[in-house]
């Protein structure tokens, strides 16, 4: 048993830090901006609250996070109120955040320079993959830091794997909403196409998701694209957030993402239809105005 605190509680983080406590067994302190969500969550759980980051990280042995972005992320860890303010030497810290390879960085960084560790960890798998405990983490790091915490995060993980240094965790999250973009825009294309050829669209489906086609994508969305319901797994404004720093960075970087700036562009599109907490399936709303 370990003691760990959870820094942000929503959709993600709330049974995130709920299987901590049910699978992991460990003492969870939890904090939240929202404090009524805090008290939510330990009525539940059992866990304790904390009224600041600081207050939640201080004595602890790891401090997990799962907040919106790289402001949220700056909020809730620099500062006099803080986690990094009330982190123990030797301690970890692990960010669960899809955010940049830059701030991770930077997080490292004041993590070193204060005696602490530091992982940056997003997770894939959405918020079923949270409820059931079966997100995939991809870590950014130093080995010794990361050997320490994946016996932590395998309380809701399936998969687990250190992919590098400071920011490779991210580097690898943008990797996954990247080919995320183009299976999906190429699954609505293709459910369209059957749709206005005649076809019998499960049928289709049934068919060629036992060849090459087959994606997760297909398996758990065709249904409910084809009944034209999209209020399944990660918000379309999510996804356009987490493009805009797969994009960033490929201008950092160099790499060419022709498809992946044009569904961001037709995502963009299905928020002026109203879509903004459409799932990211909702590419096939736009095909079919």
Same mark, same amino acid.
């Given at each position: 048993?370990?003691?760990?605190?959870?820094?942000?509680? @929503?959709?993600?983080?709330?049974?995130?830090?709920?299987?901590?406590?049910?699978?992991?067994?460990?003492?969870?302190?939890?904090? +939240?901006?929202?404090?009524?969500?805090?008290?939510?969550?330990?009525?539940?759980? @059992?866990?304790?609250?904390?009224?600041?980051?600081?207050?939640?990280? #201080?004595?602890?042995?790891?401090? &997990?996070?799962?907040?919106? +972005?790289?402001?949220?992320?700056?909020? *809730?860890?620099?500062?006099? =109120?803080?986690?990094?303010? @009330? &982190?123990?030497?030797?301690?970890?810290? *692990?960010?669960?955040?899809?955010?940049?390879?830059?701030?991770?960085?930077?997080?490292?960084?004041?993590?070193?320079?204060?005696?602490?560790?530091?992982?940056?960890?997003?997770?894939?798998?959405?918020?079923?993959?949270?409820?059931?405990?079966?997100?995939?983490?991809?870590?950014?790091?130093?080995?010794?830091?990361?050997?320490?915490?994946?016996?932590?995060?395998?309380?809701?993980?399936?998969?687990?794997?250190?992919?590098?240094?400071?920011?490779?965790?991210?580097?690898?999250?943008?990797?996954?909403?990247?080919?995320?973009?183009?299976?999906?825009?190429?699954?609505? #294309?293709?459910?369209?196409?059957?749709?206005?050829?005649?076809?019998?669209?499960?049928?289709?489906?049934?068919?060629?998701?036992?060849?090459?086609?087959?994606?997760?994508?297909? #398996? +758990?969305?065709?249904?409910? &694209?084809? =009944?034209?319901?999209? =209020?399944?797994?990660?918000?379309?404004?999510?996804?356009?957030?987490?493009?805009?720093?797969?994009?960033?960075?490929?201008?950092?970087?160099?790499? +060419?993402?022709?498809?992946?700036?044009?569904? =961001?562009?037709?995502?963009? #599109?299905?928020?002026?239809?109203?879509?903004?907490?459409?799932?990211?399936?909702?590419?096939?709303?736009?095909?079919?105005?």
């Amino acid at each position: 048993m370990a003691k760990v605190a959870f820094l942000g509680l @929503g959709v993600m983080g709330f049974p995130m830090a709920g299987h901590l406590v049910k699978k992991g067994g460990h003492q969870v302190t939890v904090y +939240n901006r929202t404090g009524a969500k805090a008290k939510e969550w330990a009525d539940k759980f @059992g866990g304790r609250t904390a009224p600041t980051p600081k207050a939640a990280a #201080e004595g602890q042995d790891f401090v &997990m996070c799962c907040v919106g +972005n790289d402001n949220d992320l700056r909020a *809730v860890t620099i500062g006099a =109120d803080g986690a990094f303010a @009330g &982190m123990a030497k030797g301690a970890t810290f *692990v960010d669960h955040t899809t955010a940049s390879a830059e701030v991770a960085r930077e997080l490292d960084a004041a993590a070193t320079k204060a005696g602490f560790k530091f992982i940056d960890a997003p997770v894939s798998g959405g918020q079923a993959g949270a409820e059931d405990g079966v997100l995939t983490v991809m870590c950014g790091g130093a080995a010794d830091a990361y050997a320490g915490a994946e016996p932590v995060i395998a309380a809701y993980a399936r998969m687990c794997k250190l992919l590098g240094p400071a920011g490779s965790g991210q580097l690898t999250k943008m990797v996954n909403q990247i080919c995320i973009a183009g299976l999906v825009q190429g699954l609505s #294309e293709g459910i369209h196409f059957a749709k206005k050829s005649g076809l019998d669209v499960q049928a289709v489906i049934e068919t060629i998701s036992k060849g090459a086609a087959q994606s997760w994508q297909m #398996e +758990n969305r065709y249904k409910t &694209m084809n =009944d034209g319901k999209f =209020d399944f797994g990660f918000a379309v404004e999510w996804m356009r957030k987490d493009l805009s720093i797969c994009i960033a960075e490929s201008r950092r970087n160099g790499a +060419n993402l022709p498809v992946t700036a044009l569904v =961001d562009q037709f995502y963009s #599109e299905v928020e002026k239809m109203g879509g903004k907490r459409w799932d990211t399936s909702s590419l096939l709303a736009r095909l079919q105005r």
